[in-house]
């Protein structure tokens, strides 16, 4: 078996503090393998887009162990994840998060500038291109539709050729049939470049198009999509 992608054991994490402390992850244990596509599902505030934060290492764990492609993100100071998550990690948010006074050119660019590269702007080109908007490189965030901006936000993701790609509702603010366009470009794009995708989704369909599904509720896994779940969901629980 290839190793795992992620890798993680008892991951335990409490937000806020006194009476207003909530328990968001319960001593969460998860194993993925190179190469899955997997949906996060689970009903608000279950904490299923707090776990996603923490595989990115944007959220850090109270205790328990991270392994991301074999580096263990708990160890590391908040710079060298940042560092990693550089050049391993991409991340698509279901609100874009382009710079609006740059073009789509240079919001791709940026992050490979900032690591670097001095093809930066020749790979945003292609990135683009690769996600069908090679006619918009020099539109603004503000001249574009919403599935054009995630458009941008996923090649973004993508140009540093990252092993892991993690989605937060990458459809969430989009209409049917251009949220079924961005589906298709992710699911396209994962398997032409052979990399895991992690997606959170409160989108039935586009869960059940992962190869794996994993259900979360109040804090817990409550089935890892490999064997059998502890608690049956309630009905319409994930809708």
Known sequence: MSQAIIDLKDADLTLGSGASAVHVLKRMSLTITPGESVGIVG???????????????????????????GAPIHQM?????????????????????????????????????LAGRADAFDVARRELEAVGLGDRLSHHPGEMSGGEQQR???????????????????????DGETGRQIAELLFAQQAERDMTLVLVTHDVN???????????????IIDDGRSASVEAPARGAFA
């Open 77 to 113: 100071s908040e710079d060298a994840v940042a560092d990693f998550r550089g050049r391993h990690v991409g991340i698509v948010f279901q609100s874009f998060h382009l710079i609006p006074n740059m073009t789509a050119l240079e919001n791709v660019a940026v992050p490979l500038e």
């Open 152 to 174: 941008v936000a996923i090649a973004r993701a993508l140009a540093p050729q990252p092993a892991l790609l993690i989605a937060d509702e990458p459809t969430g603010n989009l």
């Open 43 to 69: 009903p608000s505030g279950s904490g299923k887009s707090t776990l996603l934060m923490v595989l990115a290492g944007l959220e850090k764990v109270d205790s328990g162990q991270i392994m991301i492609a």
């Open 206 to 220: 586009l869960a059940a198009r992962c190869g794996r599904q994993i259900r979360v509720r109040s804090g817990e």
